[in-house]
């Protein structure tokens, strides 16, 4: 798979080096705060003002959640980077951390400045090697470079940062049950509430947040709020890195300003491989509801344009599919991974994963009854919004949209005993 990936520094030689990320003018952010000693309340608004959502699925705002942080509050504070990276069709974070980690250290250091915390957590997929050895070398640059660990650069601001890898389970990218991996419990999602906020990791007020969210943090202090939340659309500030997967001549990761066409990072990905017609698009990663390619023609890369047509920008894991597809066959695959990772502490979740994926089974395998098309709708509807964490939505709402979407590629399935495809 090519990886064509532009996220700053990402071009150069050896860009996962310390020299050549402060070429670029790396730490400058950092030297900023900690020479001007910046009112963490400064850094908060700036981060509200630059329209930085979080990157990670959810799109929740990054300096909001900042906010919920009692900085005076007595004892430990921490920062989590959730590195984890499970949701199919999502390979943006890896190259981030393999091509370009010194942004992700600084804008860990920024954010634990910012909250006052103590030490950094980075929650690395276990089968991303390369990345993990990466990162631990350049952890080890930060602190040889006075950067890291007691009084950095002089000060009275002491911080670390700690890798975590995680052993491939999709449920530890939920932040909760990612914070139960980090202390050695089984990884399962806590109730909420108390939110990580008040109560985090080791009890401890924790903020949590995605790979390439606090890898922009640097470029939003140094380049100024204003500088990018312009690059976006209004309620999407920044650029945001795509994956591109599927039927494209050029699958890989894309940086692009949000609100960019569908169409224009379609034709950046070489457009549909060998010619053929778009048939599908899911925007955001598995979990995300299906969308026909006509309609994901005329949509721009946002949370809003996006949540208009009926799905979510998610990770920005975009998965195009052509005319030779069999959706039925996809949605078996899909309804098989979420059955497979459900960590079973929700009867809903449990129980229903398994029930979609059996009927979803048996239409591709000609043995459907035309009623299994109302069947599955109805267990996914009891499903979502039912479940401690949001892997019962993600389990439910590609199936949902599949049979809406393509009920008649279902329903001929069911008649023929065979693919229309």
Known sequence: MANEVCFRTLH??????????????????????????????????????????????????????????????PGDKYIVCNSDEGEPGTFKDRDITRYNPHALIEGMIIAGYTIGAVAGYNYLRGEFWEPYERFEEALEEARAAGLLGKNILGTDFSYDIHTHLGAGAYICGEETALLESIEGKKGQPRFKPPFPAMFGLYGRPTVINNTETLASIPDIVRQ???????????????????????NVARPGNYEIPMGTPFAELLEMAGGMRDGRPIKAVIPGGSSAPVLPGDVMMDLTMDYQSIQNAGSMLGSGAVIVM?????????????????????????????????????????????????????????????????????????????????????????????????CMV
Request: proline letters at 4%; a neutral charge.
């Open 322 to 418: 052509d005319d030779t597809n069999c959706m039925v066959k996809i949605l078996e695959r899909i309804s098989y991974f979420y059955y497979e990772e459900s960590c079973g502490q929700c009867t809903p979740c449990r129980e229903g994963t398994g029930w979609m994926h059996r009927v979803v089974k048996r239409i591709e395998h000609g043995q459907g009854r035309m009623e299994d098309l109302d069947l599955l709708d109805d267990v996914a509807q009891k499903i979502m919004g039912k479940t401690i964490c949001a892997l019962g939505d993600a389990a439910a709402l590609p199936v949902a949209s599949f049979v809406k979407h393509f009920r008649d590629e279902f329903a001929y399935h069911v008649e023929h005993k065979k």
């Open 224 to 246: 100024g709020p204003d500088w990018f939340r312009e690059i976006g659309v209004e309620n999407s500030g920044g650029p945001k890195l795509f994956s591109i997967s599927g």
């Open 12 to 73: 150069k030689d050896r860009s996962w080096k310390l020299d050549t990320y402060v070429s670029e003018g790396g730490y400058e952010a950092l030297k900023q705060i900690l020479e001007n000693k910046t009112p963490p309340e400064d850094i908060i608004e700036m981060v509200k003002k630059s329209g930085l959502r979080g990157r990670g699925g959810a799109g929740f705002p990054t300096g909001l959640k900042w906010s919920f942080i009692n900085r005076a509050a």
